[in-house]
């Protein structure tokens, strides 16, 4: 009983971790040159929540120092604030998250004016026989 009130606990884990494999699946498998952006974007999703659910603390609060001037003496205990470096990290890789999604959808638009497909075999195909 132990073991399944652990998987219980942990809940949150495990749905990132299938959302990561639903995204490495799209990558890997899919012939599709969309799905295969698809996948990368569900995969760089399901880190950035890992990410910040990681960060998050219960009964934790902002790191906002209320009545900050006073004495010195008062001694703050970092224990009640939730750390904002995770956060601001994943920002950050929001932002490149959307910059890549758009310059993928972007070549995938020269990929599909230049061979009129975005099967990844069918691309291959043509290449191919160009070449020969």
Known sequence: MEIMDFIISKYNYWMYIILMM????????????VKKVIGMNIFQTAIILFFVSTASK????????????????DII?????????????????????VSTFGVAIALLIMLYKKYNTLEED???EILRTEDG
Do not use: C, D, S, W
């Open 122 to 124: 069918e691309i291959l």
């Open 22 to 33: 639903i995204g490495f699946y799209a990558m890997i498998a899919k012939n599709n040159l």
């Open 77 to 97: 205990n970092t224990a009640q604030y939730m750390n904002p470096l995770p956060h601001v990290l994943m920002l950050t890789a929001i932002v490149v998250m």
């Open 58 to 73: 219960k009964g934790a609060t902002i790191p906002i120092i209320q009545h900050g001037h006073g004495e010195a003496a």
